[in-house]
């Protein structure tokens, strides 16, 4: 069984064993990793709000260059990502999103909405179309079946528009990469459309 490592913290009352978790949190730093789901976005939203109320009370949010940085290495998931990545482009803090691995699909997105993003040198990004995940559609009618087709027409132009709004690249641009496709892309070719700011070799 998985046990996640602990860490000794050396104090003037002497030490004490944290989660790996805490530790990271204690200094701002959170992960993204696996599957994105609905639980997945609300631990980290409530890991966001905690440090943006305790940066607000010190009266220090805007002093420093990067108050929080994320860790992805996920292939996406649930569209409440979406949730987080409103967010993440909205709160006062500022994010700095970090691809070591892959960012793929939903998780793609919430990259996009740091203020400054970057990648590890052998990392990868991913954009495609919304797809349908719900289950069988055999019980469905024609009107059920066409108000799926429009949400999804919705959901990909909504992340037409965040792609080419935070990275530059034009819509038409991006409609023409994604439309029936996975659009792949390394470090370098993420960096030279805008699509991350640089590439880092260290965490």
């Known amino acids: 069984m998985f046990r996640d490592p602990s860490i000794g913290i050396g104090g003037k009352d002497g030490s004490r064993l944290v989660t790996m978790e805490d530790y990271m949190f204690n200094g701002r730093k959170l992960w993204l990793q696996g599957r994105i789901t609905p639980d997945t976005v609300d631990s980290l939203l409530s890991q966001l709000i905690i440090i943006e109320e305790d940066y607000t009370f010190s009266g220090i949010i805007n002093q420093t260059d990067v108050n929080v940085t994320i860790y992805i290495s996920s292939p996406g998931g649930s569209l409440t990502s979406l949730n987080l990545y409103d967010y993440l482009l909205h709160t006062p803090l500022?994010?700095?999103?970090?691809?070591?691995?892959?960012?793929?699909?939903?998780?793609?997105?919430?990259?996009?909405?740091?203020?400054?993003?970057?990648?590890?040198?052998?990392?990868r990004v991913m954009f495609h179309e919304p797809c349908f995940s719900g289950g069988s559609i055999s019980d469905e009618s024609i009107e059920g079946i066409d108000y799926i087709c429009d949400d999804l027409k919705n959901?990909?132009?909504?992340?037409?528009?965040?792609?080419?709004?935070?990275?530059?690249?034009?819509?038409?641009?991006?409609?023409?990469?994604?439309?029936?496709?996975?659009?792949?892309?390394?470090?370098?070719?993420a960096v030279k459309l805008g699509i991350a700011d640089k590439i880092v070799h260290s965490l």
Do not use: Q
């Open 155 to 189: 959901h990909k132009e909504t992340a037409l528009n965040i792609i080419s709004e935070r990275t530059g690249v034009s819509k038409k641009t991006v409609r023409g990469k994604i439309t029936n496709r996975k659009w792949f892309l390394n470090a370098d070719e």
């Open 94 to 123: 500022k994010i700095r999103t970090v691809v070591t691995g892959y960012a793929y699909s939903a998780a793609a997105l919430v990259f996009l909405a740091g203020s400054e993003r970057c990648l590890m040198p052998y990392s």
